[in-house]
């Protein structure tokens, strides 16, 4: 049986966009029940909540649906944000989603296109097919303006961690994956350590404890809360 008193949150425990919002549920103590999701097989009543079908979605008590990692990563903060994610100590929010932006948009098409080449871009620019690694270098522009920040300080807007280094972090993590050993030879000597940071807190290992996919009628896993 689910436990109608929490909100339901379907996740996909390596997609980006669903790391980032479990971190955000994580931080502010939010409890939900979790169902992991099969890709494969997306059950049923995930697609009957949300035309896109693509995790993660949130369904709140209310019954409000929540398609996008973003607005659930803001869900989750706007109810309790203990260390202060939503303030950043430079800047302001208009700032760090500006900069969310810029890895939304352009990071991310270029980082798509630099991991899955013509495997899934060979109809781009009227069938010419993509250049895995001239998009990767146009990745690495973006991320210039991480490191013009992150050279100066330990995070993004200072030195405690804010929206945009968790809303942002899980594609530069995915960026560097596709081959480290590139990654690790680039000179970005602060988007290397923060990122090395990440990986090696205690919220990312929380965020990404591995669980079986929910299948309908069972209860989900309860995640979140401190």
Known sequence: MTDSTLPILYSFRRCPYAMRAR??????????ELREVKLANKPAEL???????TVPVLIDVDGRVI?????????????????????????????????????DGPFKR???????????????????????????????????EFEQRLAKSKNLFSARGSLADFATVTFVRQFANVDRAWFDAQPMPGVQRWLGDFLASDLFARCMEKYEPWRSGEAGVKFGGR
């Open 47 to 53: 697609v009957a909540a949300s035309s896109k079908a």
């Open 23 to 32: 971190l955000a549920i994580a931080i502010s103590g939010q409890v939900c």
């Open 110 to 144: 270029h980082l798509d296109r630099y991991k899955y080449g013509n495997n899934r871009f060979a109809e781009d620019d009227g069938g010419k097919g993509v250049d895995p690694i001239e998009h990767r270098g146009e990745a690495l522009v973006v991320l210039g």
């Open 67 to 103: 398609e996008e990692s973003l607005d659930i990563m803001l869900w989750a903060l706007e109810r309790n944000d203990p260390e202060a994610w939503l303030v950043p100590s430079d800047g302001d929010i208009a700032d760090m989603l500006g900069l969310i932006e810029l890895i």
